[in-house]
């Protein structure tokens, strides 16, 4: 809800931004995508501003951390101290640095690092088998990475990893977004992608329709009074099909 009624300052997708420059080129393509603040960091790292305060990734990331920190301390009845954290395994030293300070300041001993293609891996038990070469495909909010990883006597070795970090649950939104907006544009030829709210809303709608097409071949966008002119509020009703959306 907050994403919607206060855009400017509701942070989400940090990890595209931990660990990297503010003159990286992902920061700037990420600058031209999400509407809260990007700014140039003390150290010339890339950080976020929101309600008129400067906050690394890393402080960011650690709230996250925390809140998992909460859960698991609720679920099991007792104090969790320590962790393991899992990165793609593309990150480099400054990106896994920053993870680690992330779960230190979340007040964790952050036992290790590890990829999160192993960690897959791992949880599949694939340990366990004979040396093997596996490929494994991760597609995440931000996301899609393929990893190749060589199993031997419960060693991983990450052999070749790639991906495109402008691929993921969020960029599923965002291309269902400008589909709505160049849908009601068409229609009523004003554009909502110059309104923030407007905006907001589109992407609220866009996420709740693609989870809802996961189980469902068509499903109806409403939003009333998305908008409104000279000649009084405007709404947007559109009916979209699996097919459509794929």
């Known amino acids: ?21 503010y003159d990286d080129p992902v920061t700037e393509k990420d600058k031209k995508l999400v509407p809260y603040k990007i700014v140039k960091g003390d150290n010339g790292d890339a950080w976020v501003e929101a309600g008129g305060k400067k906050q690394s990734p890393s402080q960011i990331s650690a709230m996250i951390l925390q809140k998992m920190k909460e859960t698991a301390e609720a679920y099991l009845g007792e104090k969790v101290e320590k962790a393991v954290i899992t990165v793609p395994a593309y990150f480099n030293d400054a990106q896994r640095q920053a993870t680690k300070d992330a779960g230190k300041i979340a007040g964790l001993e952050v036992l290790r690092i590890i990829n999160e293609p192993t960690a897959a891996a791992l949880a599949y038990g694939l340990d366990k088998k004979e040396g093997k070469t596996i ?30 970090t402008f691929l993921g649950g969020e960029d599923f939104d965002m291309r269902l977004v400008e589909y709505l907006a160049a849908e009601f544009k068409k229609e009523q030829g004003i554009d909502l992608r110059s309104d923030k709210l407007a905006l907001q809303r ?45």
């Open 135 to 164: 490929a494994v495909y991760d597609l995440g909010g931000g996301t899609f990475d393929i990893s190749v990883l060589e199993i031997g006597d419960g060693v991983f070795e990450v052999k070749s990893t790639n991906g495109d």
């Open 202 to 246: 589109l992407k609220e709608a866009a996420e709740k329709a693609k989870i809802e097409l996961s189980s469902t071949t068509q499903t109806e966008i409403n939003l009333p009074f998305i908008t409104a002119d000279a000649t009084g509020p405007k709404h947007l009703t559109l009916k979209l099909t699996r097919a459509k959306f794929e």
């Open 1 to 21: 809800r907050q994403a919607v009624t206060n855009p400017e300052n509701t942070i989400f997708a940090v990890k595209r931004l931990i660990g990297r420059r």
